[in-house]
Every structure is written in C-alpha cells, then in structure tokens.
C-alpha cells in the first residue's frame, strides 16, 4: 500500500513540475523553462528580426546568414538573457492605401515580355566553354560526410573485374591498389552538333565516331567503380532577380566533387551527381539572354543546386531558353 502512495506522489509531483515548465518564445530558443529558475542568463537567443534577400535568410542581430532553411534555423543564438513565457501578439495587418495617381515607372521596374525583350543576338563566332564556381553550403558537407559514416559497416559491392565509370577511363579494378591509381577521363559531358562529336569539357572535335570514343580524357581524378542511375526528370524551377538568373534544381545529395557546371554564356550545361553519388542528371539549355560565366557561381545545398547566373544586359528575361521566333512561312524574324 505505502509503494503505491509513493508512485501516486511521483506521478503528482512529475505532473505538477510539468505544468511550472513554460515555453519560451524568443527567437532561436525554443526550449522550456522553470519561472522559478529564469535567471538573467538563462536563454540563448536571436533579439533582431529575421529577414530574407537575395536566397538569403539573415538574422539581423549577427548577420548570420544561409542559402539553406535548416542550417539558418540551427544558427546559436547571439545574446544571452532571460527566457521570454509570453506568446507574442500577432500584428493585425494594416489597411493598403490606395494610389489613384499615376506614376511614371521606374525603368528598372519594368518588365517587357515578348517581341521587345530581345533574346541575345545568336552568330557563328566560336565561343569559350567554361566552368562555373561551385560554393557547397556547410548543410550540404555535414549531409555528406553523416552519409559516408553510415556506409562504413555496410559490405561493399565492389569486385575484381568492374570496369571505371568515369568518361573515356577504360581501367577495371584490380583490387585495393586500383584505387590509389589516377584516373584520366573526361569530366564533361558528350556533344554531338552538326555532324561532329566531342567532350564539352575539352571540345576537341571530330566527325569519326571511333576517333571520338578513343579521344584520352583532360582531367585527372580518382576512378568511379559504380554506375549512376540516370535521372532524366528533375524538378527545377527559375526566377531573375537584381541583374541575376537564379535557376533551382532539387535534388538531395548533390556531391560538388562530381558536380560539373559550364557555360560559354548562351548554352549552359550541367552534370548534377546526386543521391550521395547514386544518380546522375544532365541539363543542357541554350539561354535567352547572354551570362557573364566569371561572375556567376552554383550554390549546392543540402537538398538543392541553385545556379546563380550574373546577367550580361539589365533587361529582365520573358523565358530561361531562347526559342527563334518564326514567321508564317517559316523563316526566322526579328
């Protein structure tokens, strides 16, 4: 009889300690607290505002900021103080005043679609294809290297006799010192364009087939032992913003060791290796406008790969692709 009571007196005492804890509400906390033990170092927290610009997301308070939801929402808070039991008021939003007025636009406000927005001009010039900066976010690495951890006690499915995936890399393993070997293939990806064949990453082009697949590789890197699985759809998405094309292909595990990225400022090409290297998607795009290729970067996230593309014009871009516009007849017109 007297066990129970004890276990009834736990239970009341755990019940009513549960009830003291209240939540804290100040930004980047999140926690429960005891009023009774709030004392003026109490609480971790983030006292500016959060605010978003540019795929950033910024607090105010320390400027700490990220392309990525997740990471920016593990960011420590900055200031120390008590914790905060009150819920804060929601803000009643305030009535829009109305302009009757009419304004002229800014030019930098406008946006002309079609017919006057010009896509930029198309020639035969032979141009320079080159990579673009990739910037791995710190999501993205700790994802990576959490995955790697993972895999250590897995068995491996590699044996004697599998042949290198990498482009124009025709070794096989032969055990543990084929890894230590390097590896000399081609990183870009194959192009075929009006009868001629080559690499994008070293453009050295012939129209015999076979002269083509025996063309020695550019790059020299590790060997890959297994193949990707191909993943021709992929959700992305576009948008042009301050003089910048920001064009979003999701994807999780994307590894920016694989990942490659080129551009001669109207044809984008890409090789987006993800899945922790299990797939591989390749995006090819003829672009409306023209791109200053030094100037852009590729952001790779933790569940996403944002291109960043610098604008070379300041008009703002109807399309991503450009597409010849036609005449009735069929012939290409201004």
Not at 46 to 63: E, M, Q, S, V
Request: hydrophobic residues 30%; aromatic residues 8%; neutral net charge.
């Amino acid at each position: 009889m007297g066990g129970r009571v004890a276990i009834l007196l736990q239970q009341r005492m755990r019940s009513e300690m549960e009830e003291e804890l209240r939540y804290c509400y100040n930004k980047g906390c999140g926690q429960k607290f005891n009023p009774n033990e709030n004392n003026a170092d109490a609480c971790i927290y983030h006292p500016g505002p959060a605010y978003f610009h540019d795929a950033y997301k910024i607090w105010n308070c320390c400027n700490k900021k990220s392309t990525d939801f997740g990471t920016w929402l593990s960011f420590k808070g900055c200031t120390r103080g008590r914790h905060n039991g009150e819920k804060p008021v929601e803000e009643t939003a305030k009535p829009i005043k109305v302009e009757t007025k009419i304004r002229p636009e800014a030019p930098e406000e406008v946006i002309v679609w079609n017919g006057l927005n010009k896509p930029a001009a198309r020639d035969e010039t032979p141009r320079t294809i080159s990579r673009v900066p990739l910037e791995p976010t710190e999501a993205a690495l700790k994802a990576i290297e959490a995955h790697n951890e993972q895999r250590l006690g897995e068995p491996s499915a590699l044996h004697i006799g599998v042949a290198c995936a990498n482009s124009g890399c025709d070794k096989v393993y032969q055990g543990e010192q084929s890894n230590s070997e390097k590896c000399i293939y081609h990183p870009g990806t194959a192009v075929f364009h009006e009868g001629m064949k080559y690499w994008s990453c070293c453009e050295k082009k012939t129209s015999d087939f076979g002269a083509f697949l025996e063309q020695r590789g550019c790059t020299t890197g590790s060997h890959c032992w297994s193949k990707n699985e191909r993943v021709d759809k992929i959700r992305e998405d576009w948008f042009c913003r301050s003089g910048h094309i920001h064009l979003n292909v999701y994807c999780k595990g994307a590894l920016p060791d694989d990942c490659v990225v080129e551009s001669d400022g109207l044809i984008l090409r890409a090789k987006v290796v993800h899945g922790f290297g299990t797939k591989e998607t390749n995006l090819n795009y003829e672009l409306f406008g023209e791109i200053d290729v030094p100037q852009s970067k590729v952001i790779v996230g933790e569940r996403k790969l944002e291109m960043v593309l610098k604008q070379k014009g300041t008009e703002s871009w109807p399309r991503l692709t450009y597409e010849a516009a036609t005449s009735v007849n069929g012939r290409e017109h201004e």
